[in-house]
């Protein structure tokens, strides 16, 4: 079965870092460009973060430049979102994507709160 | 940044009705649009791309249409599972974005 499992999310105050996971099974990572999207508390949907296959190529939106970095491990099979300087407007579930946008983890709570 | 706006915000409906579910770009994405349901507590549910395509396994009263600046997705008989919440997404320019989101509730 194809599937993404995120790990990694939690309370965290204000200024703080975390590092979230995403272990992927059933493909092989290193075929797809992969994504990070998140969702804050009853709000709609942000794409964050975009990699290429081999890590070459790496995106982001404006609100976390310079903050969040997204990587991978393809012998691990893994994506990873480190964050760091974080805000309490990062708060949400964050989602690890495949963006043949059919494939999406159950997603992890990132609480930004003193 | 391209702004993707969904309207209405709520669109209340009969089971069994048409629903009709839009979607403006603020410039044109040319047909890369994708459309997701989403219930409480789950992750979205791919149902289209390319803005008329549907996704393996999604039933054939849900569609697509547009190019552009202007995409719709119908529901052409709702059923009670079809009760939630829509989002419109484009991937055409980074950052990629999605609209606000349309609720489908009972009328």
Known sequence: EVQLVESGGGLVQPGGSLRLSCAASGFSLRSYWMSWVRQAPGKGLEWVANIKEDGSEKYYVESVKGRFTISRDNAKNSLYLQMNSLRAEDTAVYYCVRPTFDIWGQGTMVTVSS | ?107
């Open chain 2, 1 to 107: 940044e391209i702004v993707m706006t969904q309207s209405p915000a709520t669109l209340s409906v009969s089971p069994g009705e048409r629903a009709t579910l839009s979607c403006r770009a603020s410039q044109s994405v040319s047909s890369k649009l994708a459309w997701y349901q989403q219930k409480p507590g789950q992750a979205p549910r791919f149902l289209i791309y390319g803005a008329s395509t549907r996704a393996t396994g999604i039933p054939a009263r849900f569609s697509g249409s547009g190019s552009g600046t202007e995409f719709t997705l119908t529901i052409s008989s709702l059923q009670s599972e079809d009760f939630t919440v829509y989002y419109c997404q484009q991937y055409n320019n980074w950052p990629w974005t999605f609209g606000q989101g349309t609720k489908v509730e009972f009328k």
